[in-house]
């Protein structure tokens, strides 16, 4: 069974016994105490007070600087301390010694031989030799090398082996390591990247994954808190068959997918064996091919499917049409025909003989958000005068949805020319597609406002795509020219869901028009997603939930 060690520099015996006890709280299984900045001599009755009284069993660990420590001491004062601690009435559960030390130093073998259990051993010892090895800068050159070394040394116990993630796929490396099963393993990569191999560490069966007390106090890059590798992302219930799902963007850091598709998985009725991560892939396509392609062709790991956002959308277009699942060709997948007239999809399902069927959810989630809005169905849309804001890849979505259903679609944008191109993309669509200039909007008689454009979005909260002068029957003479402009009968839609309430939504409220928020647009795409992924309906007011409380309600 793998367990959560929690990583805590140690300052004081006060502030180490509080630290341990907290994790306790927070359901770590072990507390790893750093002390290299609490290790001089006149502190050695401490440290052996602070593993006696510990809340969790404890590795010990002294790390020098050239390990990526902070322990700037000699190697003999670091060697006595260790020796003493492992002597101690209650020794630490592991001690953890740097493999390049270890493999340099005969003194340091012989000492550290006498405080650990190993074959040879003939006193009574339960302490546990760690031996690591660390690469904060990139994957060591000599990976395996390292690994089949520590594995011949009689005195390890736990090989730990961590490095720098340069992109995803160094996850699987170490998912390989894990299912080696040499001697017991901690795989870990460090970074944003490497955040996989500490979630699905307890998937592969590692000995371990390190954890932080809380966001402000991990040991190394990319270290959850223990809270939300519990929670957010569901430790407790994973196992070897768990299906990993995610979001790919570039960044993904700042994405409440994982929240609201996590929560939904242990919401819906008997819960569902998935788990979700953020999944940062750099903008270019090759990296997009060669990351995605690798985990689909990882069977252990059973990744089956992910949201896709910018700058991906158009790459996982081109990824359906040119990858495939071995002995089958990419024909075997299958592309939504809007998504493949929109130019750009955001989900990636895996079927289960492998071939991936791929959609776009954001303008289906447009259209059911604007038609609960306006009590109709889908095709009450026929007809409809519907204003789309801007011109980019949300715009792209939108207007191709409200054109298949009939709908009348003006796209404004500032720049004619953009929106021209928009309007000439859909032109065989049912319904009718033109392009106006931004100031031609205060004319327009649509009944629906549509703002696809991230003017408002946080930080900039106080703009507005439409400002006053902009409205439609706010130019003078309106009136007379039979322009009755925003109120009852308008419905205004903004996309943007940070800040939930935007100073359109505002401004539209204020007119008296009816309105419709972001969080609607977000919450029903990714319904969507979960209900193609796990065949059960989406809990969308659990979604709706954690978003109210992650940006802080309407």
């Known amino acids: 069974m793998t367990r959560i060690a929690v990583a805590i520099m140690v300052h004081s015996l006060e502030q180490g016994l509080a630290a341990a006890a907290r994790a306790a709280e927070h359901g770590a299984d072990l507390v790893e105490f750093r002390v290299d900045q609490f290790a001089d001599p006149a502190n050695l009755p401490q440290i052996v007070e602070l593993v006696e009284r510990s809340a969790l069993p404890c590795i010990l660990t002294c790390r020098p600087t050239w390990e990526g420590g902070l322990y700037d001491g000699d190697d003999q004062t670091r060697i006595s301390l260790l020796e003493h601690i492992g002597l101690a009435k209650r020794p630490p559960a592991y001690i953890d010694v740097e493999f390049v030390a270890y493999q340099r130093s005969a003194n ?14 003939v006193r009574p010892v339960s302490t546990g030799l760690i031996l690591s090895s660390h690469d904060f800068d990139r994957r060591p050159t000599d990976l395996l090398q390292r690994v089949e070394a520590m594995a011949s040394a009689p005195a390890c116990r736990v090989m730990k082996i961590v490095w720098k993630a340069r992109s995803l796929r160094d996850n699987l490396e170490a998912f390989e390591l894990l299912a080696a099963k040499h001697k017991p393993t901690i795989a870990l990569c ?8 500490r ?59 994982p929240a609201i598709h996590n929560a939904g998985f242990d919401a819906v009725e008997n819960g569902f064996d998935g788990v979700y991560l953020p999944l940062p892939i750099p903008p270019e396509y090759e990296h997009f091919k060669a990351t995605v392609g690798a985990w689909l062709d990882e069977p252990g790991l059973h990744f089956r499917g992910a949201s896709v956002t910018i700058p991906h959308k158009e790459n996982l277009l081109r990824f359906a049409r040119e990858w495939a699942p071995a002995g089958k060709e990419p024909a075997a997948n299958t592309i939504e025909p809007l998504a493949e007239l929109i130019g750009a999809a955001n989900t990636l399902s895996v079927r289960d003989d492998g071939s991936l069927f791929v959609c776009n959810t954001d303008y289906a989630a447009a259209l059911d958000a604007v038609c609960a809005g306006l009590g109709i169905g889908r095709p009450g849309l026929a007809g409809r005068r519907v204003a789309v804001i801007g011109a980019g890849g949300a715009a792209r979505a939108i207007v191709a949805g409200f054109a298949q259903h009939g709908a009348s679609v003006v796209v404004y944008n500032r720049t004619i020319e953009k929106a021209q191109a928009l309007a000439e993309r859909f032109a065989g669509l049912p319904g009718k597609v033109v392009a106006a200039a931004m100031e031609k909007l ?6 629906v406002f549509i703002n696809c454009t991230p003017v408002g979005m946080h930080p900039k909260v106080d703009q507005t795509p439409v400002p ?18 925003w109120g009852p009968q308008t419905l205004v839609f903004d996309t943007i869901y940070n800040p939930v309430q935007t100073q359109l939504l505002r401004d539209a409220r204020e007119a008296g028009c009816k309105t419709i928020t972001g969080v609607e647009m977000f919450v029903r795409q990714a319904a969507a997603q979960f209900e193609l992924w796990t065949g059960k309906k989406a809990p969308v007011e659990v979604f709706r939930g954690v978003l109210a409380k992650k940006l802080g309600g309407g």
Request: proline residues 7%.
């Open 468 to 485: 006053a002068e902009l409205r439609p029957g706010n130019k003078p003479g309106a009136k007379a020219d039979g322009k009755v402009g």
């Open 442 to 447: 205060c004319d327009s008689c649509c009944e």
């Open 190 to 197: 460090m970074g944003e990247e490497g955040l996989a191999s």
């Open 199 to 257: 979630v699905l560490a307890k998937k592969f069966g590692a000995l371990l994954t390190f954890a932080a007390l809380d966001a402000q106090s991990g040991t190394a890059p990319g270290q959850p808190a223990v809270a939300q590798l519990k929670g957010l992302y569901r430790w407790d219930r994973i196992g070897p068959a768990t299906k990993v799902y995610g979001v790919i963007g570039h960044p993904v850091g700042h994405s409440m997918s």
């Open 108 to 121: 340091l073998r012989q000492k550290v031989g006498l405080v650990v259990d190993h074959p040879e051993q």
